[in-house]
C-alpha cells in the first residue's frame, strides 16, 4: 500500500450558517419555554428541531481542500466528494472573478465557493471538464498542484 504525502489541507468552518441556524434554534428554544404565538411549540416539536438542527450544523458546517501525491480533493460534508487525478489535469490556472461569474450554469464547468474572494483556481482536465473553485491561497494551491504534475522520468530507489 502506497502512503500519499498530505501537501496541502485546508477545512473551512461555515459560520455565517452555523449563526443564522443557531439564532433560528434559539428563537424555538424562546417560543417554546414563553409558549408564544397561536399554535406554541410542544416538547416533541422542541425535541425534533434540535434533532435535525444538529444534523444542519453537523452537514453544512465543513468544506475541505487536500491536495496529495495523486488526487486533488475538494469536499463537504454535505456530497460526495470530488476526487481529481492529478495525472488526468492538462493545467491550473488562476482567475479573477466576481460573485456573478460564479454562478454554476450546467455544463462542463464546475464552480464551487470555497472562500468569498476574487480569485479562482482553474483546473482543466484532459475529458474537457473544467473545475473553477474560488478559494484563498490560489497562488500556493496552483503552486503545488504544478509539482505534482511533474512526474520524474525514473524512478528513485
Known amino acids: 500500500m502506497e502512503n500519499n504525502y498530505i501537501a496541502y489541507k485546508r477545512v473551512k468552518i461555515?459560520?455565517?450558517?452555523?449563526?443564522?441556524?443557531?439564532?433560528?434554534?434559539?428563537r424555538i428554544i424562546y417560543l417554546y419555554v414563553h409558549q408564544l404565538g397561536n399554535n406554541p411549540v410542544s416538547e416533541t416539536g422542541l425535541i425534533?428541531?434540535?434533532i435535525m438542527w444538529i444534523f444542519i450544523y453537523i452537514?453544512?458546517?465543513?468544506?475541505?481542500?487536500?491536495?496529495?501525491?495523486d488526487f486533488v480533493i475538494f469536499r463537504s460534508d454535505l456530497w460526495v466528494p470530488i476526487n481529481i487525478p492529478i495525472v488526468k489535469i492538462i493545467s491550473v490556472s488562476i482567475k479573477q472573478v466576481n460573485v456573478a461569474q460564479m454562478i454554476n450554469i450546467p455544463g462542463k464547468?464546475?464552480?464551487?465557493?470555497?472562500?468569498?474572494?476574487?480569485?479562482a483556481i482553474?483546473?482543466?482536465?484532459?475529458?474537457?471538464?473544467?473545475?473553477?473553485?474560488?478559494?484563498?491561497?490560489?497562488?500556493?494551491?496552483?503552486?503545488?498542484?504544478?509539482?505534482?504534475?511533474?512526474?520524474?522520468?525514473?524512478?528513485?530507489?
Request: a positive charge; aromatic letters at 14%.
Open 14 to 26: 461555515n459560520w455565517l450558517f452555523i449563526i443564522i441556524f443557531v439564532g433560528i434554534h434559539l
Open 122 to 157: 482553474i483546473i482543466k482536465l484532459e475529458s474537457g471538464k473544467t473545475y473553477q473553485i474560488a478559494i484563498k491561497d490560489a497562488k500556493r494551491i496552483k503552486e503545488e498542484i504544478e509539482k505534482r504534475m511533474i512526474k520524474p522520468l525514473f524512478n528513485e530507489k
Open 109 to 119: 464547468d464546475e464552480k464551487h465557493y470555497f472562500d468569498f474572494v476574487k480569485q
Open 48 to 50: 425534533i428541531f434540535t
Open 59 to 69: 452537514l453544512i458546517g465543513r468544506y475541505k481542500l487536500i491536495i496529495d501525491d
